[in-house]
């Protein structure tokens, strides 16, 4: 039985028109995610995890998930290696999502997540992205422009995280271009070194924390009008709108006309895995449905705080999204500051 999607929220906190949204969402750096949870983690000894949970995941991947979860229609497309293929073909079929993957023979990687339940800190291990062979370009997108021709005039496509060594230097701006052609907004969520000669194609919207602001944009992004002169690089360079997110401080969303500050919901514990991937998820999933930026914002900022409620990426119900989102304070103003803070 195909699954089906959840009912979405009629009390939403104005966070976007109920009705059906479509991603299609963009990763060419699959992994398996693996979380481990500990007693009090000690390095330099044997530790003994006390629950272990393994995944499909990667950004791409985790924005799928939260995007079923916010029970919108949604395609992955990727790039997959062959030992990993049955366990993502599995996984995301069973959560109802649809998948075009280009195989490449590079082995896959793995990313490790531990969190120490006696001090509540997180400790990740990123394996790096390995390179891929040149045909895994033009395989990669074949699948993309397969997946736009099933596309409905609402679905918006999201492209997350860094793109492997072995794809042109202009792949990304091809993919966003082909996104375009069929009249589909696009939303980004990478600092790749290809993000910057890709702005004038002008992305619907770049998503990024403020370490990857600062990666971008060679400024010192510590607080809200730092973080503002950032975007506003990025919006001089091609992007049609910018939100970065600052953890506890909020997230600032700016375009041509407005400048929006949201407030993070407080949520207890705070574990960032995943967050900025939910974070792009809410937003992508407000616009397919309809939602104005205040209201796409306030979803996407909910998603966050509910996905930092947990450990295993994905692991969130709608309800808790939808009970936080009146929560989130959105202040219109090109001067405010903020003290907000989840401390």
């Known amino acids: 039985m195909a699954h089906q999607a959840p009912t979405a929220s009629t009390a939403d906190g104005g966070i976007a028109p109920e009705r059906p949204g479509s991603l299609i969402c963009v990763t060419a750096a699959a992994c398996v995610d693996r979380y481990l949870r500990v007693p009090g983690l000690r390095t330099g000894q044997i530790n003994r995890p006390t629950a ?55 082995e896959g990687r793995e990313c490790l997540c531990i969190y120490d339940d006696g001090s509540g800190e997180l400790t990740e291990l990123y394996e790096p992205i390995p390179p891929v062979p040149p045909p895994s370009w033009p395989e990669l997108r074949r699948c993309l422009r397969e997946s736009l021709t099933e596309a409905t005039a609402d679905t918006v496509v999201t492209i997350s995280g860094r793109m492997p060594d072995g794809l042109p230097d202009e ?40 370490a990857e602001a600062a990666r971008l944009t060679g400024l010192d992004v510590r607080d809200v009008p730092t973080g503002r002169s950032a975007a506003e690089a990025l919006l001089d ?88 989102a009146p929560g989130v304070e959105i202040r219109e103003t090109p001067q405010a500051t903020t003290d907000w803070s989840t401390r």
Not at 78 to 105: K, N, P, Q, V
Not at 181 to 204: E, I, K, M, T, Y
Not at 244 to 260: A, E, H, K, V
Request: aromatic share 4%.
């Open 237 to 324: 360079r091609g992007a049609r709108s910018v939100v970065i997110t600052m953890g506890s401080s909020g997230s600032l969303y700016i375009d041509g006309d407005r400048q929006l500050l949201a407030s993070a919901p407080r949520v207890r514990p705070t574990i960032p895995v995943g967050s900025g991937d939910a974070f792009l998820a809410g937003f992508a999933a407000g616009l397919s449905r309809g939602a104005t930026p205040e209201q796409a914002q306030r979803l996407a900022a909910a998603a966050a705080a509910a996905t930092a409620e947990t450990l295993v990426v994905g692991d969130v119900r709608a309800r808790r999204v939808h009970r936080l």
């Open 52 to 106: 272990v949970v393994a995944q499909a995941g990667g950004k791409g991947v985790n924005v799928a998930r939260f995007g079923r979860v916010l029970a919108t229609d949604v395609t992955v497309v990727g790039l997959l290696d062959d030992a990993s293929g049955a366990r993502f073909h599995r996984e995301l079929a069973e959560l109802g999502i649809r998948a075009r993957w280009a195989c490449t023979s590079t």
């Open 171 to 210: 792949s990304l701006a091809e993919m966003i271009d082909a996104a375009h052609q069929a009249g589909l907004r696009v939303l980004v969520d990478s600092d790749d070194h290809r993000l910057l000669p890709a702005l004038p194609l002008r992305p619907h919207l770049v998503k990024i924390n403020a």
